[in-house]
């Protein structure tokens, strides 16, 4: 089938803006003729992206006990080793959640991208764009024993993904949305640098493909963001190159039990610019109709940095689009008019 999307620019999720209105309205200004869909910005505490998950549905839960507190002296963790630890109970063997906070903001925001869609703010024809972490982003403050520990607490986050799927697909009509995959603790997973993990890295990653991207409806767009987190640097780990990247992207086209739509793949730090080493795996990408873009837009050096970048790749990989190498909503700026006047910039001059 034809591919159905086809915009120069993704909009990975996080912007620079103190609410879903003022996210919407910036991001439907800067970026609407430049993208298939818009994000709400995730604002407010999403802003801490996982942490919201860790804050609003792990740390409540009755039989889960926190085992550690962050050190920070802010009270904020600075990078991955100082957020909360997490276990489950002794003696409990099953996790329930009744409903899924995540999703409750979105049919909110959705509510809000409507009237201003109404108004004329937002364009017509523009999806509404909702990201989603996969199950080992979402709960990776089980460190504790997280051999035990995690298997039972992916069954009941699975469980409540599927309910909660059904829930937001009946709110939002499909032809008005664009799900994305968020895919980051998996990631660094797969590359042996979480010391908390357990064995079966792949399984973490290959099992919700299979299991949970089917129970989307064919008409509603749907997209992967592989990435190494942005928490504090940008990236937080940067690979050797991107094998790993491709293989996660390859086989989630052929696992997910239905289209995909776009692929997010993440770039590298700004020295590896012109490393052809780098990029050379994007010859073996099986992307089938999805659209690739490739987070190769980083503040350290706009657009610059973006065409050195593009013009590497562009070696391997004939066409694809840009996006930031992550959300942007906490990145270094002036003021967030500037940011997203910047990577607007950066966007036109990736069309050549």
């Known amino acids: ?15 620079p803006a103190a609410s879903t209105d003022a996210a919407l309205r910036a991001a439907s200004e800067f970026f609407g003729d430049l993208v298939f869909a818009l994000p709400d910005g995730e604002t ?5 992206w996982v942490g919201y998950e860790r804050e609003r549905l792990v740390r409540p839960h009755p039989d889960v006990e926190t085992v550690e507190e962050t050190s920070s002296p802010t009270g904020i963790p600075r ?13 409990v063997t099953e996790l329930h959640w009744d409903s899924w906070p995540r999703v409750d903001d979105a049919i ?27 199950p080992s982003s979402a709960l990776n403050g089980f460190k504790a024993d997280f051999a035990a520990d995690y298997p039972v607490a992916e069954r009941g986050f699975e469980d409540l993904v599927a309910r909660e799927l059904r829930r937001l697909t009946a709110a939002i009509p499909p032809r008005d949305l664009a799900v994305q995959w968020d895919v980051a603790y998996e990631v660094l997973d797969l590359e042996g640098v979480l010391a908390w993990t ?25 997209g992967y963001h592989l990435c190494y987190g942005t ?59 999805a659209r690739v873009y490739l987070g190769i837009v980083l503040p350290v050096d706009g657009v610059a940095g973006l065409r050195r970048r593009q013009a590497t790749a562009s ?14 909503g906490r990145q270094p700026g002036r003021d967030g008019d500037q940011t997203m006047r910047d990577h607007r910039q950066a966007a036109l001059a990736s069309r050549g």
């Open 1 to 15: 089938m034809a591919p159905r999307v086809t915009s120069d620019l993704l909009l990975v999720g996080s912007l």
């Open 44 to 48: 407010g505490p999403r802003a801490a």
């Open 79 to 91: 990078h991955a080793y100082e957020t909360p630890v997490f276990r489950i109970r002794p003696g």
């Open 108 to 134: 909110a925001s959705y509510q809000a991208f409507r009237g201003l869609r109404a108004q004329g703010v937002i364009p017509a024809g523009l999806r509404f764009q909702v990201g989603l972490p996969f």
């Open 198 to 222: 357990a064995p079966g890295a792949w399984e973490r990653f290959a099992g919700p493909v299979g299991r949970l991207t089917r129970l989307i409806p064919p008409e509603i767009l749907v």
């Open 231 to 289: 928490f504090p640097e940008w990236p937080m780990y940067e690979a050797r190159d991107m094998s790993l990247l491709v293989r996660m992207a390859n086989y989630a086209v052929a696992n997910s039990g239905r289209p995909v739509d776009w692929l997010h793949l993440a770039g590298p730090r700004y020295l590896r610019s012109e490393d052809a080493r780098f990029f050379r795996p994007l010859a073996d990408l099986d992307a089938g109709d």
């Open 315 to 328: 070696a391997h990989l004939a066409d694809f689009g840009v996006a930031r190498y992550c959300g942007f």
